[in-house]
């Protein structure tokens, strides 16, 4: 499966980086988050409940960070562990552009899953990841205190 989505954040580019890199930011943004953590520098743990009715499995995963360009872009790299579920791998490309006094955040992802996660039905699981993306910067902004306007993707 293949995302994307551009988003003005009405705050500076280092200031975006930042909050982007903030163990605490990511953690009151990402729904369900028990919690997250550095373990190197280019390597996070975390672990999320999620919400799929009557049942709220939790899921471990590590997040990798590489091709960094401080400030400017990184690829996001992550495996998530669901036990009897199965498991779930994305990977993000995230590039941010000085705009005015904002910043511009773009991103493209591709992301998959195995076992009982995808006998949800991949259209379930995909119409649910624009949703949460969405929902995440949101959080984001809320969390860094700027607003973050969702931009039309470039075509």
Do not use: H
Not at 29 to 48: M, Q
Not at 141 to 155: D, I, N, S, Y
């Amino acid at each position: 499966m293949d995302f994307g989505g551009r988003y003005r954040v009405d705050a500076n580019r280092l200031a975006v980086w930042n909050a982007l890199n903030d163990a605490e930011v990511l953690k009151a943004c990402i729904p369900g988050c028990k919690a997250i953590r550095w373990v190197s520098d280019t390597a996070l743990e975390l672990e999320i409940t999620v919400n799929l009715g009557v049942v709220q499995p939790v899921f471990k995963g590590d997040l990798f960070l590489s091709d960094i360009d401080p400030a400017i872009s990184y690829t996001l790299t992550g495996q998530g562990r669901g036990g009897l579920l199965g498991k779930a791998q994305a990977s993000a490309d995230i590039r941010l552009i000085d705009l005015d006094s904002s910043t511009l955040l773009s991103f493209s992802a591709t992301g998959g899953a195995s076992g009982q996660i995808m006998k949800l039905g991949r259209a379930i699981v995909g119409n649910s990841a624009q949703k949460i993306i969405d929902g995440f910067f949101e959080r984001f902004g809320e969390a860094m205190g700027a607003r973050v306007v969702p931009l039309e993707p470039q075509l």
